[in-house]
């Protein structure tokens, strides 16, 4: 019975540590598939940065982005347009990245925001879907710093 | 002779005792044995022989000592927290490993920019213009945040309050 519990113990750990990071598996994924743009930006260590987003934080702490992805889609295939938006909810969802905005400018754009705190880190992450069949999944990593 | 027959009756039933079987033995091993007992004395001889055959010494493997439950439970956890500290080591250090990231890294549609000027060039157009797209978005929000605030009674109580401060200290004047 301990040796299950135990057993059970080391599993959890070892799903928990790999589920989190579904939506860097999702990066990992599309990185260098041909119908997407990635872009990587290392941040600048020791410099407060203002951005959306910022105002989920108490006034006495603030940010310092330690990096941002990017993925661009750039295919006009509806279909897959469609499955990998499934795709980023469902790695979102599984993450426990909240939505925190969701805002809609016309039939097919429309704008989400999602954030994730631990009690060292912010996650933002940007979803863009326009008009042209454009789909941009934008994602930092801040660490939360006292003053 | 017909003591030593009741004798033998007595053993075959299985009710002689000891002293009696012990008779019958020194009987059959004597010189004396009657012509209708010498069927019997294969028997007894066997008896002797089994009393002169020695058992061989077994020696019995040590009795294994029993794990007291408390180690043995000790054990498990003490393996069970190792596991989970040599996990938390590592995923810790694939964590901090400080691998040399480049600062831009850019691949369009599957291929990778190699040329660093050209490559941060574009990492900065591209997350300028959608930094842009996002603000654009949230254009609304912000106007409806500013409309809210200048909408605030207290504020306007407030400001309304100063106005008329002022009126009267220039009027006193």
Do not use: C
């Amino acid at each position: 019975m301990r040796k299950l519990f135990s057993i059970m113990l080391i599993t959890l750990v070892f799903s928990a540590a790999a589920s989190a990071q579904q939506v860097e598996k999702l990066f990992d994924k599309y990185m260098e598939d041909e119908r997407f743009n990635y872009i990587y930006k290392k941040g600048s260590d020791g410099s407060p940065l203002n951005g959306i987003g910022l105002e989920v934080l108490k006034p006495d702490i603030f940010k310092n982005k330690d990096k941002e992805k990017m993925l661009i889609l750039n295919s006009s295939n509806e279909s897959f347009q469609k499955s990998f938006l499934t795709e980023v909810d469902k790695a979102l969802e599984t993450d426990k990245f909240e939505n925190t905005s969701y805002v809609r400018n016309g039939k097919n754009s429309r704008i989400s925001e999602y954030v994730r705190k631990s009690s060292n880190t912010l996650e933002e992450v940007q979803l863009i879907k326009n008009s042209g069949g454009n789909i941009v999944l934008k994602w930092e990593i801040y660490t939360i710093k006292s003053k | 002779m017909n003591d030593i027959d009741n004798l033998l009756g007595k053993y075959f039933n299985g009710a002689s005792s000891a002293g009696e079987e012990k008779r019958l033995k020194n009987y059959f091993k004597g010189t004396g044995v009657l012509p209708e007992h010498e069927v019997y004395r294969p028997l007894f001889a066997v008896f002797n022989a089994e009393k002169q055959i020695k058992a061989p010494v077994i020696t019995l493997p040590e009795k294994k000592t029993k794990m007291h439950p408390f180690s043995r439970r000790l054990i498990i956890w003490g393996a069970g927290s190792a596991a989970v500290a040599l996990l938390a080591v590592t995923l810790s250090i694939l964590r901090s490993s400080p691998t040399q990231h480049p600062e831009y890294v850019v691949i369009i549609n599957g291929k990778t920019v190699v040329n660093r000027h050209k490559a941060r060039k574009y990492a900065e157009n591209m997350f300028g213009e959608t930094e842009k797209i996002i603000e654009s978005s949230y254009q609304p929000f912000r106007e409806a945040a500013n409309i809210k605030e200048g909408l605030n009674a207290g504020k306007i109580l407030r400001e309304t309050e100063q106005q008329i401060e002022q009126i009267k200290t220039n009027y006193k004047e």
